[in-house]
Every structure is written in structure tokens, then in C-alpha cells.
């Protein structure tokens, strides 16, 4: 299947971003063009200097990207790096600069990738002080860089290559890099070639190998003279050959288990596939099934707002807004991507509405694709059932995140820091997730496991389990008994006593007031968006935590290094055993009263259900066993029935 190739020559025309959003939906929508053109750049033969062609040089589209503001600041000498203020570091640089103390920080500096904003301003307006600023840079570098530890981190070298790369050629067709300067620069990306080379800089284990795999690659296509070229290239390609079959797993996710990490990757691959079939070469005869299955797992994973889930290492990200015109031509590619990313105005939809994806243990549950049955309010439940793969996974079994009626109720604590302290330890643990603890303790490093996925007319079903606390089995299933209405069971098994407490994340603009064990959830205008409604075993209760530090609870963060004060809805039990029943109404069912009741039996459990005016029963026999079985019956005597059942009508405003 072809790829939609974007060719820079040949035609006299290169790319640009700068496309309307009218233009964005019909590349997405196969209505136009899936490769943008417009009139600029080399002629005939310019586009071809010493045997290169224009275009090689570059495989990622961020690194050919740039804006005017930043290239200023750093004529000025004032960096810019995303997720940081800018700071002024004046000359002479030492290539010791930390001002942050942060990692994140040190990356992106010292793999010199502010410096872009030079190379396409200088290409932008012909100014030659961005030019002369970049080669400064580079000289500076050049003389230095033995006085600097941070520049031999390993992802960060693999940008610092391509950076050299694509600057190298950039300013070779522009007739604008003198013989010395070239030298310079040929020395210096030789340095790193063979630094990425040696197996000791290379991250097999997990997204970085990515990066650093296509910058060898790179080299090798771009400056085949140099010696030890065709066996980087060998290399280089085995590598990534390697990644795709390690990195993302049988189901498409990444083994990283996050949803921001799955779309990093994701466009990674299909541009380094999209840049070498247009020079006439295969990354891998695995690219194309991969990108697939990447595809379908990037098509359901995302809520029907646009927003990824805050699954395990992730931060915000508003997947129809970020790099649209690339995303496009991926929606051009992959018909239910584009279905996803034009909120189903077209594309192909997802055939299942419970889809699990078994290598990663994660289940979506969605109760419609239909874009005429109001998209962006459609119920979409996330329950990850995995195994802890990589450092950047949490301690998150069973954990769901919930969406419904046109925002996120349960969310993910999400990520914050990659800085190793409380805080770090905080955002990866069991508390900070919507599951249940045990002795206040995080779950040991291991898998979960899903059980029993079952569907009949509206309601769909997963179940799932572990025993990540020693002599604890904890199995939870998750429903969706129809749009608005989720219900998660919780059973919890052990031969002593234990302190169990079942946890609810909720973001930082919601408020949560309790009345009894039912929970009334408002947003920052006062209307109720969630009703919590709990059945109510003996010895149950509930309190709230938001914003504590000692030990850190209560926290959110979508945005790297900030984190915010959030509510945590909490639900401790004592003893052997734990069962909780938790029925969720949201929407226009958040204003109408829930009633939930339990029977829990050895060997299963019966729910009565009342929401929205409708009665469930609930029959789950054998759960955690090969023969676990589910049904569900109308029961509108759950609605009328008031022994052990929560009272309606939780407490807020309407």
C-alpha cells in the first residue's frame, strides 16, 4: 500500500505546514492532495548539490520547523526549550549550562535543537545573521564539548546528529557553508556516528532506540563517502528492524504503556518509512503491518474529545491539534485514524465498541462510533489490564479513566517529573490511579491479566486481575451499561486482614462533596457532571484528599514540571475480603436518581442497578476463572427497591 510520499524535488516544490483547517480535514478526508505543495524552494538542478539531493536530509518534520520569535531570541542569546521560560545564557558557552537542574531541559540544549529556529529563519528570510548565529553554535560546541558530560546523553545525540545533518545540506544547496565550515561539521557528525554506533548508547529497550537507530541512518544515506558508512547502514537498519518487533507490541501499543509515547512513536515510524521510500529504500518489510496496528490502537485509545487518556508516562495532548498536517496524511493513510481525527465526519469507523488489546492487557469500551448520535458525548472507558513493561509504566493495574458526556470524570494523575524523588515516586504509584490499595502499599512490579470481554445489546463487559500484593487476588470488572452509565465491581481476596482502599482521581477543576457513601461531582460552574453511587457493605466509608505532601496525595499533572492540587475520592474497608459495587452517572443521568445493591457469594455476584429510570441486574459467575460468565437482565424492580441500596440523589448543585 503506498504511503502517500512526500517528495521535495524533482517538481521544484517542498512542503508547508501552514495550511488552513479546511484544507487539513479534505488531506485527512482523501479529498485533496495527501502531500501539500506550494511553489518554493530549489529549481531543476538545484535541488541536487554534490550528488545529494534536497530532502535527505531530513526525516522528522519538527526538525525543519521554526518561527521568527524564537530565532531572535537566540540572536540575543536567550534559549528557548519547551515545557521552560527562556533563559539567557551569554557567551562564552561552557557546555556545562544547567539552569533548570532538569533533565527534560538538558536533552533538548545539548541536543541542540533550539537551534532549528535558526536554520529555517535563515532559509525564511535569506538574513544571514541567523546563519552566521547557527555556525557560532556549532563552533562553540566543536571547542567545548569535551567540558561536557551532559552532551553524551544518548537520545539526545541522536537529535544533535540530525540537527548536524540537516544543517549540513540545508546551507550546502544554499551555497551559504564555507569549505572549513564543512569540515567542522563533517568531523562533528562523525563524532556522533560513531558514538551512536557502539551497543552501549543504544536504547533497545524502549522509544529512544528509535530516534537514535534513524540518526545512524541518516548519516550513512546522507554522507555515503564516509568509510564506515555501509556498515552503519546495515546497522542502522537491523536496529530499527529489531524496534519494531520489540518497542511496539503484537496489538500495536508501545511496551512503554503510554498514550503520549504511542503517538511520539508512531509519527516517528511512518516519517522515517515515508522519507525512505522516497529515496528508494525499506526501513523494514514490518513497517507497514506495524504502522497498521499502530493505527488501530491510536484510533480507539483517544477520547471522542481529541484528548489522549493520562495512560502511565503521558501529558496533555490534544491529538486533532498536534502537527495537523502530518497527522493528516497519516488520517489519509489509515481510514479509522481519520475517523478518529475528524470526530467520525469521515474515515471508517471502529467495528468493535469493546476492543481488547491483548498484548498490552488494555480494553476500550465505547458506547458509539456514530458521529450522528452526537460524537464528542460518547461514553469511552479505559481499563488497563497489562503488564508492567518499562520504567516509563506505573503501578497502575486494573486502573480505568473515564470520559463521558463531553469531558474526562476519572483521569490518571499522569506524569510530571522523570527526576528521581517523592514527587516521581508519587505520580508512578498505585494511590495516584483508579484502582484499589492494599495496606497503603503500591502493587509489586508484575502483569495483571484480563479475564471475560462479553457484549449484548447496549452493555458491554471486561473483567480482569491480579496479585501484585502478596496473598491478595484483586479481580474488578467494568461495564458500560449504556451511554452515561458505567459500573465497576471490585473483589478483593486475601487470607488475613488488610486495609483496602478503592481510589478515585477526578481533575483539578472538580469538586467532590459526599453524603453517606455516594459522591456528587460539580465543575468550576457548579453543574453536576458525575453522580458516584457505591452499594454499601458493612464497615464502608469515605473521605477525600486533595493537595497533600506528606505523603504526596491528591495531585494532578498534565503539563511537565506542573502539577496541580486534585480531589481523590476514597473508599476504605477492613478485613480478609473487599467487595465494592460503583455505579457512575453522568450527563443528563447525573441529575437522576442511582441506586446500586449487591449479593456478593463465594463463587459469584449478583448486582441490582438503577440509573436513568432503568433497572440492571447483573449476574457474574466464577469471576477470575477460565469460565467466568456475565449476564445482564432489565430489572425495573432495582428501582423501586430500597434495602441495602444507596440512597438517590447524591448531594450538589444541579
Known amino acids: ?49 554534490q550528488g545529494h539531493l534536497l ?50 531541559w538538558r536533552y533538548i540544549f545539548y541536543g541542540l535543537r533550539p537551534t532549528a529556529h535558526l536554520l529555517w529563519a535563515f532559509r525564511e528570510t535569506g538574513d544571514e545573521r541567523y546563519r552566521d548565529k547557527l555556525m557560532e553554535v556549532f563552533r562553540s560546541f566543536a ?21 548536524f545533518v540537516n544543517s549540513y545540506w540545508k546551507l550546502k544547496h544554499a551555497d551559504a557553508l564555507s569549505r572549513q565550515e564543512a569540515t567542522l561539521l563533517e568531523q562533528l557528525i562523525l563524532e ?9 548508547h543504544f536504547e533497545a529497550g524502549f522509544n529512544h532506540g528509535f530516534a537514535e537507530a534513524a540518526a545512524l541512518l541518516l548519516i550513512a544515506e546522507n554522507f555515503p563517502h564516509f568509510e564506515d558508512a555501509p556498515r552503519w547502514r546495515e546497522l542502522a537498519l537491523a536496529r530499527y528492524d529489531d524496534l519494531l518487533s520489540d518497542i511496539i507490541g503484537s496489538d500495536g501499543f508501545i511496551i512503554e504503556n503510554s498514550a503520549y509515547y504511542q503517538f511520539y512513536v508512531f509519527t516517528q515510524v511512518y516519517q522515517l518509512a515515508q522519507w525512505a521510500q522516497t529515496h528508494g529504500m525499506e526501513v523494514s518489510p514490518q513497517a507497514w503491518p506495524v504502522m497498521e496496528r499502530m493505527a488501530r490502537f491510536a484510533s480507539y485509545i483517544v477520547q471522542p474529545d481529541g484528548r489522549i487518556p493520562m495512560l502511565g508516562a503521558s501529558q496533555r495532548l490534544l491529538v486533532r491539534k498536534h502537527q495537523p498536517v502530518l497527522l493528516a496524511r497519516m488520517g489519509a493513510a489509515f481510514p479509522e485514524l481519520a475517523h478518529m481525527l475528524t470526530a467520525g465526519m469521515c474515515g471508517q469507523a471502529p467495528t468493535d465498541r469493546l476492543a481488547l488489546f ?36 506505573h503501578l497502575d493495574a486494573l486502573n480505568v479513566v473515564l470520559y463521558s458526556a463531553g469531558r474526562t470524570l476519572l483521569t490518571d494523575a499522569g506524569m510530571f517529573t522523570e527526576e528521581p524523588g517523592k514527587e516521581e515516586d508519587y505520580f508512578r504509584s498505585t494511590r495516584a490511579h483508579n484502582t484499589v490499595t492494599v495496606d497503603g502499599l503500591d502493587q509489586h512490579e508484575g502483569n495483571a491479566s484480563p479475564s471475560l470481554s462479553a457484549q449484548g445489546g447496549q452493555w458491554l463487559y471486561q473483567s480482569g486481575f491480579h496479585s501484585l500484593y502478596e496473598g491478595v487476588r484483586h479481580w474488578r470488572a467494568v461495564m458500560v451499561l449504556e451511554k452515561d452509565v458505567v459500573l465497576v465491581l471490585d473483589r478483593l481476596i486475601s487470607e488475613g486482614p488488610h486495609h483496602f482502599e478503592q481510589r478515585w482521581q477526578f481533575q483539578p477543576d472538580l469538586t ?17 457532571v458525575l453522580q458516584v453511587t457505591q452499594a454499601q457493605p458493612e464497615g464502608l466509608s469515605v473521605s477525600t484528599v486533595r493537595g497533600a505532601t506528606g505523603p504526596y ?36 443521568n447525573a441529575m437522576s436518581p442511582a441506586r446500586i445493591s449487591t449479593l456478593p457469594q463465594s463463587d459469584q455476584l449478583e448486582v441490582h442497578a438503577c440509573a436513568a429510570g432503568r433497572g440492571h441486574r447483573i449476574q457474574v459467575r466464577r469471576p477470575a476463572e477460565a469460565d467466568e460468565a456475565v449476564t445482564v437482565t432489565t430489572a425495573p424492580e432495582a428501582c423501586e427497591r430500597e434495602g441495602g441500596a444507596s440512597p438517590s440523589g447524591p448531594p450538589g448543585p444541579p
Not at 531570541?73 to 558557552?93: E, G, I, S, Y
Not at 556522533?192 to 552501549?200: H, M, N, S
Not at 492487557?361 to 452526537?374: E, I, N, T, Y
Not at 467532590?512 to 453536576?528: I, N, P, Y
Open 358 to 393: 491483548e498484548s498490552s492487557g488494555v480494553a476500550v469500551l465505547r458506547s458509539s462510533f456514530d458521529p450522528a448520535l452526537d460524537y464528542q458525548a460518547q461514553t469511552h472507558l479505559v481499563f488497563d489490564m497489562g503488564p508492567y513493561r518499562t520504567d516509563h509504566s
Open 55 to 104: 530532502g535527505k536530509e531530513v526525516a522528522y518534520l519538527w526538525l525543519d520547523e521554526g518561527d521568527l520569535e524564537n530565532a531572535d531570541l537566540l540572536l540575543k542569546d536567550t534559549w528557548p526549550v519547551p515545557r521552560f521560560d527562556p533563559v539567557h545564557l551569554p557567551p562564552p558557552l561552557t557546555w556545562t549550562e544547567d539552569p533548570y537542574g532538569e533533565k527534560f
Open 553 to 588: 496525595d491528591g495531585w494532578h499533572s498534565e503539563d511537565y514540571e506542573v502539577r496541580k492540587e486534585a480531589t481523590v475520592l476514597i473508599y476504605p474497608l477492613q478485613g480478609e475480603q473487599a467487595h465494592y459495587a460503583t455505579l457512575f452517572t453522568s450527563g443528563l
Open 1 to 49: 500500500m503506498s504511503l502517500g510520499l512526500l517528495t521535495q524535488c524533482g517538481s521544484g516544490k517542498e512542503p508547508t505546514e501552514a495550511l488552513n483547517s479546511g484544507q487539513v480535514m479534505n488531506i485527512t478526508c482523501g479529498r485533496e492532495d495527501a502531500n501539500p505543495v506550494q511553489q518554493k524552494g530549489c529549481e531543476g538542478k538545484a535541488c541536487v548539490v
Open 192 to 200: 556522533d556516528a560513531y558514538f551512536l554506533e557502539d551497543p552501549e
Open 512 to 528: 467532590v462533596s459526599t453524603r453517606g457513601a455516594s459522591a456528587s461531582v460539580t465543575d468550576a460552574t457548579g453543574k453536576r
Open 143 to 163: 571547542a567545548n564539548k569535551t567540558n561536557s558530560v551532559f552532551s553524551q546523553d544518548k537520545h539526545g545525540t541522536a537529535y544533535r546528529a540530525m540537527v
